[in-house]
T-cell receptor, first 114, second 115 residues
Framework: AQSVAQPEDQVNVAEGNPLTVKCTYSVSGNPYLFWYVQYPNRGLQFLLKYITGDNLVKGSYGFEAEFNKSQTSFHLKKPSALVSDSALYFCAVRATGTASKLTFGTGTRLQVTL | NAGVTQTPKFRVLKTGQSMTLLCAQDMNHEYMYWYRQDPGMGLRLIHYSVGEGTTAKGEVPDGYNVSRLKKQNFLLGLESAAPSQTSVYFC??????????????FGPGTRLTVL
């Protein structure tokens, strides 16, 4: 069975500071990893994904994530947070050959303040 | 392109009533999915479809039925609604079942309350 853990319910960051939202996963075989963002009363928007290749993945809105196989992690990062980044962030994983069934984490609320 | 659309956006039901949620996508995607989102639990897969005329159970299928009569539409039915089905429901679609480009694209959601 595959699973995702997002250990922090909420992350608070001041605008202009770097941010990290943590994600660890468990899966048999090679993982496909995704980050989605959800703004209030909206659906999930795709941010970035890791399939294979370079461990540092760049995505939308200046976000990036680093795949670490030994630590089974896929943390989301941004060098300089904006107030508009405040939202709910979901990490998701699927194993190759699992018919695209994603398993989502419980989400981390990012709050960026002035 | 509208992407993934869902109707209705909001609905209030009484226990025992039935309803159907409609999902439509205009991206010619093969796969479609229904999820429910509950506080502190992330998204959980209810049912999914790998193509027109096919459906399969996800993680939490009980109390729901689905149909995919047309490639662009995926319907989620509640035959006898229960308060435990109060949730926000999201539909998603993706293009390829085994390729790399299997990013799922989500609709705006339907907020359902069962009294």
């Amino acid at each position: 069975a595959q699973s995702v853990a997002q250990p922090e319910d909420q992350v608070n960051v001041a605008e202009g500071n770097p941010l990290t939202v943590k994600c660890t996963y468990s899966v048999s075989g090679n993982p496909y990893l995704f980050w989605y963002v959800q703004y209030p009363n909206r659906g999930l928007q795709f941010l970035l994904k890791y399939i294979t290749g370079d461990n540092l993945v760049k995505g939308s809105y200046g976000f990036e994530a680093e795949f670490n196989k030994s630590q089974t992690s896929f943390h989301l990062k941004k060098p300089s947070a904006l107030v508009s980044d405040s939202a709910l962030y979901f990490c998701a994983v699927r194993a190759t050959g699992t018919a695209s069934k994603l398993t989502f984490g419980t989400g981390t609320r990012l709050q960026v303040t002035l | 392109n509208a992407g993934v659309t869902q109707t209705p956006k909001f609905r209030v039901l009484k226990t025992g009533q039935s309803m159907t949620l409609l999902c439509a996508q205009d991206m010619n995607h093969e796969y479609m999915y229904w999820y429910r989102q509950d506080p502190g639990m992330g998204l959980r897969l209810i049912h999914y479809s790998v193509g027109e005329g096919t459906t399969a159970k996800g993680e939490v299928p009980d109390g729901y039925n689905v149909s995919r009569l047309k490639k662009q539409n995926f319907l989620l039915g509640l035959e006898s609604a229960a308060p435990s089905q109060t949730s926000v429901y999201f539909c998603a679609s993706s293009y390829s079942k085994r390729g790399h480009d299997d990013t799922q694209y989500f609709g705006p959601g339907t907020r359902l309350t069962v009294l």
